[in-house]
């Protein structure tokens, strides 16, 4: 797992910032006065149960879910007060990687990638496509991956190539929509270990929607734990799992949570108590 910057923290301002926030469709409350911060390098986890809006929060922040209230400040700038053009600007520091990946099927992977390098960064066709390659490398696919289509590829190589083209823009923040969903143990492991990397080597910020607890071990620094409408509890992994709460009992405590720490304490050689 990462070092945790947690005690950098106090010092830092929140690259974003949450509050209030509230969502609802219809008589549907699914947030009510939530507040949350995430900060400049750091992986933030976000789990919840079924229902709990985890998805919904991403959107929001995104701009693809517009709240029924509140305020989603980034980068110190408010968005919910931006017009749509001046809010695009902004957008366009994100990366986002949906569930499922959302590539179009009708495009090769380099085709996919070059897509917003064309229509945002204004590159010439075989500049955008030279430059998705390159994006596709970093995520560890194979050259001959560029010209398949995404019906040709495996589950994580979807996976992968969805998330080369979340890092096309050069983004400042990445939102992973449960990235391993899908994936067997061993491409899931795989696929956690190449986001700690590239967070690392490139300075990404993280919000990292899962219900992964091998994801949260493995990957973040903080943990925000959605319940009651609102941020249940946002801290270290260890004092979250501490929490007294009954559904947070039961996830990091049940059977596949004292797995996951048990698989966690092998990678690090501490022993398990």
Request: proline share 5%; aromatic share 6%; glycine share 8%.
């Amino acid at each position: 797992m990462k070092a945790s910057r947690q005690s950098q923290h106090s010092s830092t301002s929140p690259i974003i910032q949450v509050r209030g926030l509230c969502n609802q469709f219809g008589s549907l409350v699914i947030h009510e006065d939530l507040d949350l911060d995430l900060f400049p390098g750091e992986i933030l986890g976000v789990v919840g149960g079924s229902g709990t809006g985890k998805s919904v929060l991403l959107r929001s922040i995104v701009g693809l879910q517009a709240p029924s209230s509140g305020h989603i400040q980034v980068f110190g700038v408010d968005l919910t007060e931006l017009s749509e053009p001046e809010r695009s600007v902004y957008e366009q520091r994100f990366g986002v990687l949906f569930q499922g990946g959302a590539l179009f099927t009708s495009l090769t992977l380099e085709q996919n990638i070059s897509l917003p390098l064309i229509e945002h960064a204004k590159l010439s066709r075989p500049d955008a496509i030279e430059l998705a390659r390159m994006k596709l490398a970093l995520t560890g696919l194979p050259p001959e991956a560029a010209v398949k289509f995404p019906a040709e590829l495996s589950g994580g190589m979807v996976k992968r190539a969805a998330l080369a083209r979340a890092l096309a823009l050069d983004p400042e923040i990445l939102f992973l929509d449960e990235p391993t969903a899908g994936l067997d143990p061993i491409g899931a492991a795989a696929f956690d270990e190449l986001i700690v990397t590239l967070s690392n080597a490139l300075g990404l910020t993280v919000f990292l929607v899962t219900h992964d607890l091998d994801t949260l071990y493995a990957s973040c620094d903080r943990v925000a734990v959605l319940s009651q409408k609102k941020v249940l509890v946002a801290d270290t992994l260890e004092h979250v799992a501490e929490t007294n709460d009954d559904w947070i009992k039961q996830y990091f405590h049940g059977p596949r949570g004292r797995a996951a720490i048990a698989a966690k304490h092998r990678l690090t050689g501490q022993e398990s108590h």
